[in-house]
């Protein structure tokens, strides 16, 4: 009996040992599961706390997929990162939307392009009701209803929130089988490259017409010289006409080569000290003849004790040339023209001379001042034509005195005459230009 008795007792002894074993053991799980839970809610990676036990080997798999997993996050937030990065260095404006047309991500871009909040969240708003253009929106509405591998591009001219060209592409997101597509949505903006696309299609216009005109002539003339003229007089006529006609095109020409070489910077200035005092007699001089044929009289006013500019001498040469002649076209007889050079007197502005050519001449009506420095611009092109102008002078003036860094202006009034001003900075001022 004693034995069973030590037998039951035994029993109940070992029994009692791994009851305390096994509720040690499962504090020390709670305690490590709880540690587990702590770390991630933190999102920081998890103790390994080492265990024995039935279900030791269960929670080592369990830790190693926890880091796995934790290493994955950690690539996908630097991957996120590196994503938001290059969303908001982009000039495009870059909107996703959901399969509903409703609002996933968007960049900077995109918030300045349709005037919306820099900081506000706008995921989840109908991407359709923030752009506001009415264009614009029924692109989008047809790109979210599109079939789901259908990529579509379009260029349209919006008006809100401002007047302007963008380029759009809607490509399909790549989404889970059977899952509704999202979509990204890239905007350019092309305002500037349509003005340009209009400024070139208009030049060659303009360009078209210069030419055609005295070519016709000078065919028409040599045709008709050709074909036999027997009146001397009529002869040296067409002859006349002919060789006016052929140094318009040449002038021409010349214009354009020297404009195109001003725009594209092919040949930088040569800058050097000139005297302003000097440029105006060189030039007067030159421009003396035509004045006289014109029965205008032509005189400078130099103050005393000017300080050299710094310029390009041919360039401010071509530059004083070109008010010269407008000066002396468009004053009729009788009339005054007066080259200026000046110490410019302006508080704000660094040192500098005003060269100005003023005139006794028709005058220009305000309204057409402001585009004068257009290429082929004119008041009145078929006087100008007549004059022998090319409807370049102002325009070649302007990319002179922009090269220079200084500053064009004209004022008039019709039937008083014309001033046109040239802010030139002189030599100490312009110290660091290459
Ligand atoms: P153009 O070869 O026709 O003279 P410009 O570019 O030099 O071309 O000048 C553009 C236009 O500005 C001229 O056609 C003329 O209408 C006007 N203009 C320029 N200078 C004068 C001036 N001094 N007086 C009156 N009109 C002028």
């Not at 960049?107 to 506000?120: K, Q, T, V, Y």
């Not at 999202?182 to 490259?193: E, K, N, P, Y």
């Not at 017409?209 to 005295?214: D, G, I, L, N, S």
Request: charged share 25%.
């Amino acid at each position: 009996m004693a034995w069973i008795a030590v037998g039951v007792g035994l029993s109940l002894a070992g029994g009692l040992l791994v009851q305390v074993t096994a509720s040690r053991n499962t504090a020390r799980y709670a305690e490590s599961l709880e540690a587990m839970a702590r770390a991630l809610e933190g999102n920081r990676t998890p103790a390994y706390l080492v265990l024995e036990g039935p279900i030791a080997g269960a929670q080592r798999r369990l830790f190693a997929a926890v880091e796995a997993l934790l290493r994955e996050l950690d690539a996908l937030a630097e991957q996120r990162d590196e994503l938001d990065a290059i969303l908001r260095s982009m000039r495009e404006a870059v909107v996703v939307t959901g399969s509903g047309g409703e609002v996933v991500l968007i960049n900077g871009a995109a918030r300045e392009l349709f005037a919306l909040s820099p900081e506000a969240d706008y995921r989840g708003h109908n991407f359709v009701e923030l752009c506001r253009d009415p264009r614009l929106q029924e692109f989008v509405a047809r790109s979210t209803a599109a079939s789901d591998a259908q990529m579509m591009s379009t260029e349209l001219a919006i008006a809100h929130p401002k007047q302007g060209h963008l380029r759009v592409n809607a490509a399909p997101v790549r989404v889970a089988k059977g899952a509704a597509a999202a979509r990204v949505l890239v905007f350019s903006d092309i305002t500037d490259l349509k003005a340009y696309e209009n400024v070139r299609a208009d030049f060659v216009a303009n360009l078209t017409h210069e030419v055609r005109t005295p070519l016709s002539a000078l065919c028409g003339y040599a045709e008709t010289l050709l074909r036999g003229v027997d009146d001397p007089e009529t002869q040296h006529r067409f002859l006349d006409i002919i060789e006016r006609q052929a140094r318009r095109l040449a002038r021409l020409i010349d214009d354009l080569l020297t404009l195109s070489d001003l725009e594209r910077g092919l040949t930088p200035l040569k800058l050097e000290p000139v005297d302003p005092a000097h440029l105006l007699v060189e030039t007067t001089e030159l421009m003396r003849e035509p004045a006289e044929k014109h029965g205008v009289t032509l005189s400078v006013e130099a103050a005393a004790e000017l300080p050299q500019m710094l310029g390009d001498h041919d360039r401010l040469h071509q530059l004083m040339l070109n008010l010269l002649d407008n000066a002396i076209k468009y004053t009729p007889r009788g009339g005054r023209v007066t080259a200026v050079a000046r110490r410019a007197e302006e508080a704000e502005a660094p040192a500098g001379v005003e060269l100005a050519v003023s005139d006794t001449g028709e005058g220009i009506p305000a309204a057409h001042i402001p585009r004068l420095t257009e290429r082929f611009y004119r008041v009145d092109r078929a006087r100008s034509r007549e004059l022998g102008g090319t409807g370049l002078g102002l325009a070649i003036v302007k990319h002179i005195v922009q090269l220079h860094r200084g500053r064009l202006k004209i004022e008039s009034r019709v039937r008083e005459g014309t001033t046109v001003r040239v802010f030139i900075p002189c030599e100490q001022a312009q110290s660091g230009v290459a």
